[in-house]
């Protein structure tokens, strides 16, 4: 049976009303009052773009004999939007490089897992809510160690190195992974790659459960699950296609179930779920329309598992649905005419195989069923296209996803819709990542550690003798300074630098501290609580503790800063006092900052004030600033 649409058309005009529309829900979404979401689900459809929705929606309508599209269950979401793809090097993305957006907010090049362009591992919004207390579930229905899963825990240059790949997972902590098992275990340049694999794993503290029934025996004593289908031999494959696939094999929607199972508790902090249909895109890859459309229904499947969450947990839940981009540049409709008759498929759906092949595509002139042609719609590509894909969403702060967006909006806005602010700043991840692929800090090294103040200082350069000095002896000036760092984020990153044990340690943070409303006593204890720690894991390495400078807040630069000059020399007090109780040596630099010298130390605290004439913003110190610093530490850089 054949019917008539001018489907497109009214796509086109459905979008453009979305993009219109609905972009006010998103601006309102950030002055409302609405719940924040304590359990987010983010399904990712490989390769799903709006067409293959349709094509889907509009097969099951026309097996019925029907006139019109019957709906999957995400497609009746409440806000809808459209979001691009392109990546950081081209407008047509790889599925490594979109999944990197839609994990991290940062976009990748084609080809690279969980790395910024420069090749700098970059954190995943999966760390920063693991950081944050909540749980973390990422599942597939291909390999855990495929693109897209591997863009939420993995960093690398090569997406299909996935030994490597593999070898991450279990370092990441996160409490549930599901789905098809490891790719990188077939490596065969590795000896034992699968023990070395399933190894580490084991070592990590994941329990592997293979199949839903070894799940349900084994759920109530692990503290972290491996979900894989039953059987050794299958264990590392995909999960079976839908087409072919036998009573009793894992599916998605039976991975998400388990992960709710094992994630969700009532009083916990809550959880954040990755579950990517992968196989959609494989069958969009090869142009069979049959398998995009079972392998659609099948994730829609798996996203009612969710929904059905939802329901009982309405105001705490967030769910999204989208795509890391087209595959395959599917049309609904062929050549001439305003027909497409998709009851061809049903046979192939069933599992029944067409021997009718070799008829070639007229767009892309590659050999393709004949099925497509019989049913008159059409493929560009057998890769991937830049045509933006669909964002649907329910739930709290669902409203942020409707318009037009990118895909680094979309792990922005789950952020924001669950309330969650990292520990630390995406600078601080980055300089942190930085360090680690730096020459580890070694016994002859001097480290200066801090803040943006210590970041700022070209630390080396001031003292070229001692460099050269210690560059004899295999060591270096170290500049360890990160913006917006405070002591807690210092005693975060000790473990890159105390197993070195360094030469020296200049020692200054405190005004970041400041800013979040700490009291002096609680910034001087946390200091020296990081000094004692310096002590205790590095006695040979010899520390000066930096006072704090003062500031200038005439510049009114940093709000948070307002009405708290004094602090700062309350805090140097408390600091001095306590250095000489652990017997470190403090360096009090605060004075030769202040407008006219040491002479303001007469002054009343409020009114002791950072030179203007050495500074921009109130805070920061220009070159002239670290000249005076450089010189009144110099006697002890050596």
Same mark, same amino acid.
Request: glycine share 10%.
């Given at each position: 049976?054949?019917?008539?649409?001018?489907?497109?058309?009214?796509?086109?005009?459905?979008?453009?009303?979305?993009?219109?529309?609905?972009?006010?829900?998103?601006?309102?979404?950030?002055?409302?009052?609405?719940?924040?979401?304590?359990?987010?689900?983010?399904?990712?459809?490989?390769?799903?773009?709006?067409?293959?929705?349709?094509?889907?929606?509009?097969?099951?309508?026309?097996?019925?004999?029907?006139?019109?599209?019957?709906?999957?269950?995400?497609?009746?979401?409440?806000?809808?939007?459209?979001?691009?793809?392109?990546?950081?090097?081209?407008?047509?993305?790889?599925?490594?490089?979109?999944?990197?957006?839609? *994990?991290?907010?940062?976009?990748?090049?084609?080809?690279?897992?969980?790395?910024?362009?420069?090749?700098?591992?970059?954190?995943?919004?999966?760390?920063?809510?693991?950081?944050?207390?909540?749980?973390?579930?990422?599942?597939?229905?291909?390999?855990?160690?495929?693109?897209?899963?591997?863009?939420?825990?993995?960093?690398?240059?090569?997406?299909?190195?996935?030994?490597?790949?593999?070898?991450?997972?279990?370092?990441?902590?996160?409490?549930?992974?599901?789905?098809?098992?490891?790719?990188?275990?077939?490596?065969?340049?590795?000896?034992?790659?699968?023990?070395?694999?399933?190894?580490?794993?084991?070592?990590?503290?994941?329990?592997?459960?293979?199949?839903?029934?070894?799940?349900?025996?084994?759920?109530?004593?692990?503290?972290?699950?491996?979900?894989?289908?039953?059987?050794?031999?299958?264990?590392?494959?995909?999960?079976?296609?839908?087409?072919?696939?036998?009573?009793?094999?894992?599916?998605?929607?039976?991975?998400?179930?388990?992960?709710?199972?094992?994630?969700?508790?009532?009083?916990?902090?809550?959880?954040?779920?990755?579950?990517?249909?992968?196989?959609?895109?494989?069958?969009?890859?090869?142009?069979?329309?049959?398998?995009?459309?079972?392998?659609?229904?099948?994730?829609?499947?798996?996203?009612?598992?969710?929904?059905?969450?939802?329901?009982?947990?309405?105001?705490?839940?967030?769910?999204?649905?989208?795509?890391?981009?087209?595959?395959?540049?599917?049309?609904?409709?062929?050549?001439?005419?305003?027909?497409?008759?998709?009851?061809?498929?049903?046979?192939?759906?069933?599992?029944?195989?067409?021997?009718?092949?070799?008829?070639?595509?007229?767009?892309?002139?590659?050999?393709?069923?004949?099925?497509?042609?019989?049913?008159?719609?059409?493929?560009?590509?057998?890769?991937?296209?830049?045509?933006?894909?669909?964002?649907?969403?329910?739930?709290?702060?669902?409203?942020?996803?409707?318009?037009?967006?990118?895909?680094?909006?979309?792990?922005?806005?789950?952020?924001?819709?669950?309330?969650?602010?990292?520990?630390?700043?995406?600078?601080?991840?980055?300089?942190? *990542?930085?360090?680690?692929?730096?020459?580890?800090?070694?016994?002859?090294?001097?480290?200066?550690?801090?803040?943006?103040?210590?970041?700022?200082?070209?630390?080396?350069?001031?003292?070229?003798?001692?460099?050269?000095?210690?560059?004899?002896?295999?060591?270096?000036?170290?500049?360890?300074?990160?913006?917006?760092?405070?002591?807690?984020?210092?005693?975060?990153?000790?473990?890159?630098?105390?197993?070195?044990?360094?030469?020296?340690?200049?020692?200054?943070?405190?005004?970041?501290?400041?800013?979040?409303?700490?009291?002096?006593?609680?910034?001087?204890?946390?200091?020296?609580?990081?000094?004692?720690?310096?002590?205790?894991?590095?006695?040979?390495?010899?520390?000066?503790?930096?006072?704090?400078?003062?500031?200038?807040?005439?510049?009114?630069?940093?709000?948070?800063?307002?009405?708290?000059?004094?602090?700062?020399?309350?805090?140097?007090?408390?600091?001095?006092?306590?250095?000489?109780?652990?017997?470190?040596?403090?360096?009090?630099?605060?004075?030769?900052?202040?407008?006219?010298?040491?002479?303001?130390?007469?002054?009343?605290?409020?009114?002791?004030?950072?030179?203007?004439?050495?500074?921009?913003?109130?805070?920061?110190?220009?070159?002239?600033?670290?000249?005076?610093?450089?010189?009144?530490?110099?006697?002890?850089?050596?």
């Amino acid at each position: 049976m054949k019917h008539s649409f001018s489907f497109l058309k009214k796509a086109v005009c459905l979008i453009v009303a979305i993009i219109f529309v609905s972009a006010s829900f998103a601006q309102q979404k950030a002055n409302s009052n609405e719940p924040k979401a304590k359990y987010v689900f983010l399904f990712i459809g490989d390769g799903m773009g709006l067409a293959h929705v349709s094509l889907t929606e509009a097969w099951l309508s026309q097996k019925d004999g029907k006139l019109s599209f019957t709906h999957l269950g995400f497609t009746q979401f409440p806000v809808m939007g459209v979001a691009t793809t392109y990546s950081a090097s081209n407008i047509i993305t790889c599925s490594s490089a979109a999944a990197t957006a839609l *994990a991290s907010g940062y976009k990748a090049n084609n080809g690279t897992v969980g790395i910024y362009p420069d090749s700098i591992p970059l954190t995943q919004i999966t760390y920063k809510l693991k950081e944050l207390g909540y749980k973390i579930g990422i599942m597939t229905s291909v390999t855990i160690d495929h693109a897209t899963p591997a863009c939420f825990y993995a960093h690398n240059i090569r997406r299909k190195n996935y030994f490597e790949i593999a070898m991450e997972l279990p370092e990441s902590g996160f409490d549930f992974f599901g789905g098809g098992g490891f790719e990188g275990s077939r490596n065969k340049e590795i000896k034992d790659a699968a023990d070395k694999i399933y190894g580490k794993v084991a070592d990590k503290g994941y329990t592997v459960a293979l199949g839903v029934a070894d799940y349900k025996a084994k759920k109530n004593g692990a503290g972290k699950m491996l979900l894989l289908q039953d059987g050794k031999k299958r264990r590392d494959s995909a999960l079976h296609p839908v087409i072919g696939r036998k009573d009793g094999e894992l599916t998605l929607a039976q991975v998400v179930e388990s992960a709710i199972d094992f994630l969700y508790e009532p009083d916990g902090k809550g959880f954040f779920i990755m579950a990517e249909g992968g196989q959609i895109d494989w069958e969009a890859h090869s142009n069979n329309a049959a398998g995009v459309i079972t392998e659609t229904i099948d994730f829609d499947k798996a996203i009612a598992v969710a929904y059905e969450f939802y329901k009982q947990h309405p105001d705490e839940t967030l769910i999204v649905v989208t795509a890391d981009h087209e595959t395959g540049g599917l049309g609904l409709g062929r050549e001439r005419g305003y027909t497409y008759d998709l009851t061809v498929f049903t046979d192939a759906i069933k599992g029944n195989k067409s021997d009718e092949k070799n008829v070639q595509n007229y767009m892309s002139k590659e050999v393709v069923d004949t099925l497509n042609k019989k049913a008159r719609i059409g493929w560009t590509t057998k890769s991937h296209t830049g045509i933006p894909v669909p964002v649907f969403a329910v739930g709290a702060g669902s409203r942020m996803f409707a318009g037009m967006i990118d895909n680094t909006d979309i792990p922005k806005n789950i952020m924001k819709a669950m309330d969650a602010t990292p520990i630390y700043t995406d600078h601080y991840y980055k300089r942190k *990542a930085i360090f680690d692929k730096e020459r580890p800090i070694g016994p002859n090294d001097i480290v200066f550690l801090g803040n943006s103040l210590t970041e700022g200082g070209n630390w080396a350069s001031y003292y070229p003798e001692v460099e050269a000095k210690l560059a004899k002896k295999g060591g270096a000036i170290r500049n360890r300074g990160i913006v917006g760092d405070t002591f807690g984020g210092i005693d975060a990153r000790l473990d890159q630098i105390l197993p070195g044990h360094p030469k020296t340690i200049f020692f200054l943070t405190g005004a970041n501290d400041v800013s979040h409303n700490l009291t002096a006593d609680s910034i001087a204890n946390g200091i020296i609580k990081v000094v004692r720690r310096i002590k205790r894991e590095s006695p040979g390495t010899k520390i000066y503790l930096q006072s704090l400078l003062p500031i200038n807040e005439s510049f009114k630069r940093y709000r948070l800063l307002n009405g708290k000059t004094a602090m700062f020399s309350e805090i140097n007090a408390k600091l001095e006092k306590m250095a000489k109780e652990e017997k470190v040596t403090f360096i009090n630099i605060y004075p030769l900052f202040l407008t006219n010298g040491p002479a303001d130390l007469s002054l009343p605290a409020d009114q002791q004030v950072l030179n203007p004439n050495i500074t921009r913003d109130g805070l920061h110190v220009t070159k002239d600033g670290y000249k005076i610093w450089s010189e009144a530490i110099r006697k002890y850089v050596k």
